[in-house]
């Protein structure tokens, strides 16, 4: 079967056999003569089989009939982050470069003025994230009205991410006859629900479990301590055949000091992560897609759909919060066909992590040592997994610079028992209180006169002489000098 065999028209094939494909893959073979039926469809794929193409090559053949109005888009593509947003503006820029398309790509970290601009130009595809699109609409400059086609790319993280309320929001300014399409690698149950309120009847293609992982990677789990992560990850990057790695991290700080580590120890890494404005996160990409750097250090924004060729390796520097994400992580490596290879380390603190990872993916990932051989189990791990702890060996003090601990001192002398000293060492028997030396005698301290001698030299203020004080008279002290005349 080729790209011909779908009902794709004649230039949409010219196309897309310039980029060097003939033969589609199953989610595309699948999904294309559905989309052109115009029936809404769930689409459930292992990252790396080629979702986007298989929304992105109907959407260009049903969108060559018709016209497009100011302000009004014509089909509507939902993306969680930047970075798929931008590539899937690319593959509609190759594929449909024999059609007169227009397209607009609305995403945050940019100016409004330019996307604005092409809005009220009209557009046939708008590529927008939810946050962008909901603030153009607030604002007033983009109706919803004629939008007939939606397209929620990973749907089970754009449902996840806390984007309910804005798709809902968007799904309710759309008309109520329209086509919906949802793609994605996983779909929880929970998410599945959600889902269903915003598909009409919807045909399921499933082409590989839900949550199952490309068997062209090899996957393998480093088990270690949290600071020996590091040195671990540059033993692998020396010795395992690295041409191109992606690593991920579960927090942005650490994304910035690994990155920063690896360029101190001579390699060639770069970052991404959602602090970055969207120039620096595009120029990190561009540098890592053409070569002058072979290591990039991501968080989770490059995990979900980003295509990147020729990506050998992924490593999970830590082992991801929710299990989905790690099928996503390793599907940056063995797309289109290609061999990769996946290590996960994982720290007695990952235990749980791990353990939901191969509970989602219904595998036992091997434990590989850093010598190069693999087992199936690891005695550390296991005692991770019951939250035991390895016993700590002593530190050298001496080595550190701290004083030396002190020398433990003898045993004390068992003391004998209260009988036998007494028995050895009796004690001298002290004299009666009657024959002891009498104290010195102090002298006798000199008599008090009677209170009444005491009296007789300080008369009491009762017994004065003077007379009591008439009514309003002065009754205070009289001042001497009023005695003295001034004549």
């Known amino acids: ?28 073979a699948q999904a294309i003569p559905s989309v052109l039926m115009m029936r809404d469809l769930i689409g459930i794929a292992q990252t790396g089989t080629g979702k986007t193409a298989s929304f992105v090559l109907p959407m260009i053949d049903i969108l060559a009939h018709g016209r497009r109005r100011a302000m ?18 690319e593959n509609f ?26 809005l009220n130009e009209g557009v046939d595809v708008l ?76 045909k399921n293609i499933e082409v590989s479990r839900p949550a199952s992982s490309n068997l062209n990677i090899a996957q393998h789990k480093v088990a270690g301590s949290t600071r020996g992560k590091r040195e671990a990850l540059r033993q692998l990057l020396r010795t395992d055949n690295v041409s191109t790695a992606i690593v991920f991290c579960n927090r942005k700080t650490t994304v910035r000091e690994l990155a920063k580590s690896l360029k101190q ?48 390796h992924v490593f999970n520097f830590d082992t991801p919060w929710h299990p989905d994400d790690y099928v996503h992580r390793i599907g940056r490596t063995g797309r289109a066909g290609a061999t990769g290879r996946a290590f996960t380390f994982v720290a007695p603190d990952d235990a749980e992590a791990i353990a939901n990872v191969e509970k989602l993916t219904g595998m036992k990932i091997p434990v590989y040592d850093l010598d190069g051989a693999e087992r199936g189990e690891e005695p550390q791990e296991a005692r991770a997994e019951t939250g035991e702890r390895e016993e700590r060996k002593p ?20 003391r004998a028992p209260r009988e036998d000293r007494e028995a050895r060492e009796p004690r001298e028997e002290r004299a009666p ?45 009289v001042p001497g000098f009023l005695n003295v005349s001034a004549l």
């Open 127 to 202: 590529i927008a994230t939810p946050g962008r699109l909901m603030d153009l609409f607030e604002r007033g400059k983009i109706l919803l009205t004629g939008c007939d086609l939606l397209v929620i790319d990973e749907a089970d993280r754009m449902l996840d991410m806390g984007f309910i309320p804005d798709i809902e929001t968007i799904c309710s300014k759309l008309p109520a006859q329209r086509q919906t399409l949802l793609f994605s690698a996983t779909m929880p149950p929970p998410i599945k629900k959600l889902a269903d309120k915003f598909l009409s009847n919807p």
């Open 1 to 28: 079967m080729n790209f011909a065999d779908l009902g794709l028209s004649d230039q949409l094939v010219a196309a897309v056999t310039a980029k060097g494909y003939d033969t589609p893959t199953p989610i595309q």
């Open 433 to 477: 209180r009657e024959e002891r030396a009498a104290r010195e005698e102090r002298a006798p301290r000199p008599e008090r006169q009677p209170r009444e001698a005491r009296d007789e030299r300080r008369p009491r203020r009762s017994d004065a002489a003077d007379p009591p004080s008439q009514p309003g008279d002065w009754n205070g002290p």
């Open 72 to 89: 009004m888009p014509r089909s509507l593509i939902l993306e969680p982050t930047r970075e798929l947003a931008a590539q899937v503006a």
């Open 395 to 414: 530190r050298d003090r001496r080595a550190r610079g701290e004083k030396p601990a002190r020398a433990e001192r003898a045993p004390r002398e068992e």
């Open 265 to 312: 120890n001579g390699f060639l890494a770069g970052e991404i992560h959602g602090d970055m404005d969207q120039s620096s996160r595009i120029a990190e990409l561009d540098r890592f897609k053409a070569g002058t750097i072979n290591i990039l250090v991501a968080s989770d924004v490059a995990a979900r759909g980003l295509d990147v060729k020729g990506v050998s």
């Open 93 to 118: 820029e190759a594929y449909g470069v024999n059609h007169d398309l227009k397209m607009a790509l609305l995403i945050g970290g940019v100016q409004m003025g330019d996307q604005v601009k092409a």
